[in-house]
């Protein structure tokens, strides 16, 4: 889990912004500045949680001439793409995802999207095109929120880092929606004029006007109105496991230990046993627990792990836990109101 935010044009608030999503990435900070003869001028801010790559050349924003990219995901496939990258001519001064993104745009422009599998947000600045590009992955797994009006343009994986900026006030229409799904409706936000970029989707920013076209490059309506071949029952099944565990395995590539969430269901348990089959370390695992009997899962998960031989770690959550959670939260949407 990684972290950015970025403005407009240049100014010390970005350090403030960016402290504020600082436990988002705990192994580097790093602000850039940026500024040319056309009129660009951007104050870009990233947090790092290193787990590819632990070298510093993989640190962000990176540039590459003047194209400047921060992200925060993970490119699950991105070896594949720098296989065919190196073929096609490009160098390489790293090991990172990181580094594929941006050599994949110089390649292939914005559509170079469509080739990543992974959870990702990610926002590349293109300055001879005078261009901005905002991505989300296909399931909007990484969050990524943006405010723009005639004049600026801010973005960041948190709506907080934006109110360093500018004055915000709660959407009603969003705490409506909230109450009523349990969830707030993209492409808003629970502030008024901060919106969330849709799952699927990229932002193609005009730099010199601020106006932006909407591209969606995946939808689940679409990939579930593709043909279908005749299901075969046994070769079905044959076909999702395989899937199942390539999906696991491509998760594990990491230059750091790799740790599991295991509640004691049937899907984080599957996930480990895959994950454990595929690794050649021992893994660890993560349960919390709740000192409600109906509903504690520690024992089973404790069970299973010790049956697949990780290294099993407990935590225990409370009452006061949740409360503390709320007690900020709400303080931050009254601090926001008062505006």
């Not at 422009?109 to 992974?118: A, K, L, P, Q, Y």
Request: net charge negative; glycine share 6%; hydrophobic share 35%.
């Amino acid at each position: 889990m990684c972290g950015f935010v970025g403005i407009n044009e240049k100014t010390l608030k970005i350090e403030g912004a960016l402290n504020k999503v600082s436990y988002r990435g705990p192994d580097a900070q790093k602000i850039s500045y940026l500024q040319n003869g056309n009129g660009i001028n951007f104050s870009l801010g990233h947090v790092r949680l290193a787990f590819q790559d632990l070298d510093g050349r993989a640190e962000q924003p990176m540039k590459r001439g003047n194209v400047t990219l921060v992200f925060n995901g993970e490119i699950y496939n991105f070896k594949f793409i720098r296989d065919e990258l190196q073929k096609l001519g490009h160098s390489f001064q790293t090991d990172s995802d990181t580094e594929v993104i941006l050599e994949s745009y110089l390649e292939w422009g914005s559509d170079c999207v469509e080739r990543f599998e992974g959870m990702f947000a990610f926002v590349i600045i293109d300055e001879d095109n005078q261009t901005l590009v905002m991505c989300r992955d296909r399931f909007g797994t990484k969050p990524l929120y943006y405010y723009c009006d005639d004049k600026s343009l801010i973005f960041a994986s948190e709506v907080q880092c934006i109110r360093t900026f500018i004055n915000l006030s709660v959407c009603n229409t969003s705490v409506q929606q909230f109450l009523k799904f349990g969830y707030i409706l993209q492409p808003n936000s629970i502030f008024e004029n901060v919106f969330q970029v849709d799952a699927g989707t990229y932002l193609m920013f005009d730099l010199k006007t601020l106006e932006f076209q909407t591209c969606r490059y995946w939808s689940i309506e679409d990939y579930y109105n593709e043909p279908r071949r005749k299901s075969l029952f046994y070769s079905d099944i044959y076909l999702f496991e395989k899937i199942l565990r390539d999906a696991v395995q491509s998760r594990l590539i990491a230059d750091v230990p790799v740790g599991i969430c295991l509640s004691g269901g049937y899907d984080s348990s599957v996930t480990a046993l895959l994950a454990s089959l595929s690794s050649d370390e021992k893994l660890k695992t993560f349960t919390i627990g709740f000192d409600d009997p109906a509903r504690d899962e520690r024992d089973i998960a404790r069970e299973f792990a010790q049956n697949l031989g990780t290294e099993h770690h407990e935590l225990v959550s409370d009452q006061e836990d949740i409360a503390d959670i709320f007690k900020y939260n709400n303080k931050e949407l009254c601090r926001a109101n008062k505006h």
